[in-house]
C-alpha cells in the first residue's frame, strides 16, 4: 500500500514501524465498498482459514452463583432450590422480587430495605443480627452475591456449556523487555490448570 502511495509508514522509534498518513482520496479507498452479508450469514465453510484449517474460536467464560442450604429460603419463592445456578443478573432479580413481594422497601427512604427474618438469617452475621434492621440496596446485593457459591460456565463453540464449581483463576499476561531491546510476553498464571479447570479434564 505504500508502494501504491495508499499510506506512508516511518519507523518512529527503533524496531516499530507506523501508519503516518493515509491518502483518503485515492481510487482504491474510495472505490471500497463494505459487503452487505453479515458474519452470522455466511456460509459455514467461511470459519475456515485459508489453509483449510478450522479458526480458533475462544471459549465463552460466564461467572455464576450457586445456591447454598443457607441461601436456599430466600431463593424458594422463586422457584430455586439448593445447588440451583443463577448469573448475577439473576440473582439481583430474584433479590428484588423477594424484596417488593414482601413489602421490604423502607416507607421513609427507598434506598434501604428492611432486614425480616429470612434476609436477617441468609445474610447477617451473628454479631450483626441484633443491631441491623435495613440494609442499603448495593449493601444487601453485594451480601447475598457473597454468600452464594462460585461457579463458572465454560462454552466452546460447538458444545454444550460445562458448568464447574469455583472460579477460574486469572491469567495476567505482562510484556517485559528483554536484551537487544527485544520485546516478550509473559503469563503469570498457570493457563494449564485454568484450562483442565475450564474444560473438566
Not at 137 to 166: M, N, Y
Amino acid at each position: 500500500m505504500q508502494e501504491q502511495k495508499i499510506l506512508q509508514v516511518k519507523e518512529l522509534s527503533k524496531g516499530v514501524e507506523s501508519i503516518v498518513d493515509v491518502d483518503w482520496r485515492h481510487d482504491s479507498i474510495r472505490s471500497f465498498v463494505v459487503p452487505e452479508i453479515a458474519a452470522s450469514e455466511l456460509p459455514a465453510q467461511d470459519s475456515k482459514g485459508a489453509d483449510g484449517e478450522q479458526l480458533y474460536h475462544p471459549p465463552e467464560i460466564i461467572p455464576l452463583f450457586g445456591i447454598s442450604s443457607k441461601m436456599a429460603p430466600l431463593f424458594q419463592e422463586s422457584g430455586y432450590k439448593k445447588g440451583s445456578t443463577l448469573s448475577s443478573s439473576e440473582v439481583r432479580s430474584v433479590v428484588i422480587n423477594y424484596v417488593k413481594t414482601n413489602e421490604l422497601v423502607d416507607e421513609t427512604n427507598k434506598n434501604f430495605v428492611k432486614v425480616n427474618p429470612i434476609l436477617c438469617d441468609c445474610l447477617l452475621k451473628k454479631s450483626e443480627q441484633d443491631k441491623i434492621s435495613k440494609l442499603k440496596w448495593d449493601d444487601l446485593l453485594s451480601r447475598c452475591l457473597d454468600q452464594l457459591q462460585p461457579f463458572h460456565q465454560v462454552t466452546f463453540a460447538g458444545h454444550e456449556p460445562i458448568v464447574r464449581k469455583g472460579n477460574i483463576d486469572p491469567i495476567n499476561i505482562t510484556i517485559a523487555q528483554r536484551s537487544s531491546n527485544k520485546k516478550c510476553s509473559l503469563c503469570e498464571a498457570s493457563l494449564e490448570d485454568s484450562l483442565k479447570t475450564a474444560t473438566g479434564s
